[in-house]
T-cell receptor, first 121, second 112 residues
Framework: NAGVTQTPKFQVLKTGQSMTLQCAQD?????MSWYRQDPGMGLRLIHY???????DQGEVPNGYNVSRSTTEDFPLRLLSAAPSQTSVYFC????????????????????FGPGTRLTVL | EDKVVQSPLSLVVHEGDTVTLNCSYE??????LLWYKQEKKAPTFLFML????IEKKSGRLSSILDKKELSSILNITATQTGDSAIYLC????????????FGQGTELSVKP
């Protein structure tokens, strides 16, 4: 298994440009998420998905879009990059299951991809 | 607002020393607390804690959760230079699983 893979590893954008950060996992995990990591702030959740066709916002969703058309892939799109989006982006995935009702999703340990370092000039 | 705070933010020790890293949290609907180690790239999983008072061990690392005090500690005994890393504490909280709230991290530097 390759685990969680992310591309590209590094990217430099100009303000206003758009791009998509790719994330894929081959562990058949239903749950996938995107985090950004900034100095002194830990990791913050951007968007997450509990399964194909289902996405939701995390703590810092503004400026980012996601979609989940397959179980394996969870791309993160920046429609109009801003310098404030300069950061290291991590994708994560985990096994998940539902208990106590359809909206009660439980997850196992989240495994992280290697990260994408994005600079917006 | 849900919050996770780690202390200290940075720590320098010598090989062989024992260190204790702290994590405290204020969250709604606590589900679990996780420790990760990050060495210049992706965080790698160390421990997941859900029950108070039960120590989890892996080699020289151990961790325990205190739900009464809303905190956890990560102990590293006989530190080695390879233990140098950022140690991240994250709390899974809320009505739906998977949403992790991270602390700022503790940067540990182990000198030979």
């Amino acid at each position: 298994n390759a685990g969680v893979t992310q591309t590209p590893k590094f990217q430099v954008l100009k303000t206003g440009q758009s791009m998509t950060l790719q994330c894929a996992q081959d562990m058949n995990h239903e749950y996938m998420s995107w985090y950004r990591q900034d100095p002194g702030m830990g990791l913050r959740l951007i968007h997450y998905s509990v399964g194909a066709g289902i996405t939701d916002q995390g703590e810092v969703p503004n400026g980012y879009n996601v979609s989940r058309s397959t179980t394996e892939d969870f791309p993160l799109r920046l429609l109009s990059a801003a310098p404030s989006q300069t950061s290291v982006y991590f994708c994560a995935s985990s096994y998940s299951w539902v208990s106590g009702g359809p909206s009660f999703v439980n997850t196992d340990t989240q495994y992280f991809g290697p990260g994408t370092r994005l600079t917006v000039l | 607002e849900d919050k996770v705070v780690q202390s200290p933010l940075s720590l320098v020790v010598h090989e062989g020393d024992t260190v204790t890293l702290n994590c405290s949290y204020e969250v709604t609907n606590f589900r679990s607390l996780l420790w990760y180690k990050q060495e210049k790239k992706a965080p790698t999983f160390l421990f997941m804690l859900t029950s108070s008072g039960i120590e989890k061990k892996s080699g020289r690392l151990s961790s325990i959760l205190d739900k009464k005090e809303l905190s956890s500690i990560l102990n590293i005994t006989a530190t080695q230079t390879g233990d140098s890393a950022i140690y991240l504490c994250a709390v899974e909280a809320g009505n739906q699983g998977g949403k992790l709230i991270f602390g700022q991290g503790t940067e540990l530097s182990v000198k030979p």
